[in-house]
């Protein structure tokens, strides 16, 4: 786990990102590395080290774990798309309701022509990113009907 190749590229990870990976072997004698292996055991850098690049050195579960983290994120970005061409269909709903259902609904009425509404969904999709994100959904709401004012 800690060969002088892997304490290397630890020691170069770690001074690139300003990180402290460990790169040296615990001593399980020595109070200070034992609280530092019982606080940091889960930080297998070395593993993750070797993923793929090293074939007789890769480690398997970490491989596996790397694999399915993919697959996941595929999933989820699945998910996103769904999300997103659903709310556009609700976007284009509510810009296309009469002023007083779009003042009940986002609580302001827009008056956009009904052959630019795709593209300025789309323009307000891509302005998502410069919205911050909450755990809250009603500041996440909010957030949005801001940029909703600001691009529509």
Known sequence: MFDKENADKTEE?????GMRHRSAPYVLNNPDD???????????????????????????????AACVMA????IFWQLIERAEKNYAMI?????????NV???????????????????IKELFEGLDEIDLYYQM???????????????
């Not at 930080?43 to 491989?63: G, H």
């Not at 976007?91 to 002023?99: F, H, R």
């Open 71 to 74: 697959g996941v994120s595929d």
């Open 102 to 120: 779009q003042e009940y609904v986002p609580g302001k009425a827009y008056s956009i022509p009904a052959e630019e509404l795709d593209s300025r």
């Open 91 to 99: 976007i284009k709903a509510i810009l296309s309701a009469p002023p």
């Open 138 to 152: 009603e500041k996440n709401r909010d957030a949005f009907l801001k940029l909703m004012e600001t691009i529509l």
């Open 13 to 17: 990870i770690n001074a690139f990102m």
């Open 34 to 64: 034992l609280k530092q292996a019982f606080l940091l055991t889960d930080y297998d850098t070395a593993s993750w080290l070797n993923m793929d690049r090293i074939p007789d050195k890769t480690d398997e579960l970490a491989t596996d």
